[in-house]
């Protein structure tokens, strides 16, 4: 094995194919909604009985999961999307009224990034790697 190389991790159990990050929402149709137009998530599914959808990414087997609850508490949790062009994104997620946390942060050599709060007061996040 090379030095750029790293042996497989060792997992204590099989993994599928596919990770869903599950995120509480106060308004379950404006978050859908918000989602599609800042990220362009499509839907998969929703359930309107249980206020639950899965939204696909871009990214094969990555998807968001949102649920409506009445739980003022958020946070705890941070998804950070990696995206090609971050001051692109940044521009269009800006465009939906979306204030930044800061500008974009860049460690040298390695990534550009910027944080903002969904609808809902979630913390997300964008990366470059460069």
């Not at 958020?74 to 999307?81: I, K, L």
């Not at 709060?117 to 470059?128: F, S, T």
């Amino acid at each position: 094995m090379s030095e750029t190389e790293t042996a497989p991790a060792t997992t204590p159990f099989a993994y599928g194919d596919q990770v869903t990050v599950a995120i509480n929402v106060s308004d379950f149709e404006r978050a859908i909604d918000w989602y599609r137009e800042a990220f362009g998530f499509e839907l998969i599914y929703k359930l309107d009985d249980w206020k639950w959808c899965e939204l696909s990414t871009p990214i094969e087997g990555v998807h968001v999961g949102l649920g409506e609850t009445d739980d003022e508490t958020h946070g705890g949790m941070s998804a950070t999307f990696v995206v090609a062009d971050i001051v692109a994104a940044k521009a269009h997620i800006e465009s939906l009224g979306v204030v930044f946390d800061d500008d974009i942060h860049e460690v040298a050599g390695m990534v550009k990034l910027a944080f903002f709060k969904d609808p809902d007061g979630n913390a997300l996040g964008i990366a470059q790697h460069i």
